[in-house]
């Protein structure tokens, strides 16, 4: 149980265009899910917390209108770069969190992205 | 500003040894600390969790203690195998308010046969 699955695993686009990467919960339904950053050989960096239905609330420093996180329902979030660049290029990983009692995030498998 | 510092060094051990990993930490007080692998191109997976008033946590050959006055927290895998060489991050939480998780940049475990 408590599998997260993320979609795409890879993803290779052009400067200036837009990707959407999707963080689902199976078997089991999301109250909170996370999006972070990891650079190579670097820890996870929390970009922001979503939770179903209400706005995502960002790190410092992490731009709203750059990475558009969209939380529609309690088994899927979603993170969109918008107008992607070299240096968004990046290992994107989504965690989710059903029990908030248990306090264990579930990972997804990560989403390379690679930005031409 | 909050810091979390894992042994920043690859650690190689052995095969059958056991194998410590150190997560210290400044300026946080979590309310909890967890303890997760990640494997190459992977997201982590989730290990063991400890709680600000547990010392010590045990599952199968993995114990995790916690000294929340030298801000410390020891991660142990006993009887060590090749298949247990990832990177082990440290997660702090406190759960005051929103959720938020701060990580460790991890150590490498590399075990010999």
């Known amino acids: 149980g408590a599998v997260v699955s993320q979609h795409p695993s890879w993803v290779i686009c052009k400067s200036g265009t837009s990707v959407k990467i999707e963080c689902r919960s199976l078997?089991?339904?999301?109250?909170?899910m996370f999006w972070y950053r990891q650079f190579p050989k670097q820890s996870l960096m929390l970009m922001a917390t979503?939770?179903?239905?209400?706005?995502?609330?960002?790190e410092q420093g992490v731009e709203k209108d750059k990475f558009l996180i969209n939380h529609a329902s309690l088994t899927l979030s979603t993170l969109t770069v918008t107008s992607a660049h070299p240096e968004d290029s990046s290992f994107y990983i989504c965690?989710?969190?059903?029990?908030?009692?248990?306090?264990?995030?579930?990972f997804g498998a990560g989403t390379r992205l690679s930005v031409l | 500003s909050q810091k979390i510092e894992q042994n920043s060094e690859a650690l190689n051990i052995q095969e059958g040894k056991t194998a410590t990993l150190t997560c210290n930490y400044t300026?946080?007080?979590?309310?909890?600390l967890q303890w997760y692998r990640q494997d190459p191109g992977r997201g982590p997976v989730f290990l063991l969790l400890?709680?600000?008033?547990?010392k010590e946590k045990r599952k199968e050959r993995l114990k995790v203690t916690f000294d929340t006055t030298l801000k410390q927290s020891l991660f142990h895998i006993t009887a060590s195998q090749p298949a247990d060489s990832a990177t082990y991050l440290c997660?702090?939480?406190?759960?005051?308010?929103?959720?938020?998780?701060?990580f460790g940049t991890g150590t490498r475990l590399k075990v010999l046969a």
């Open positions: 400890i709680r600000e008033n547990e």
């Open positions: 078997d089991f339904q999301a109250t909170t």
């Open positions: 965690s989710a969190i059903g029990d908030l009692a248990k306090n264990i995030q579930y």
């Open positions: 300026n946080y007080s979590p309310a909890y």
């Open positions: 979503s939770n179903e239905g209400s706005k995502a609330t960002y």
């Open positions: 997660a702090l939480a406190r759960t005051s308010g929103t959720y938020k998780y701060i």
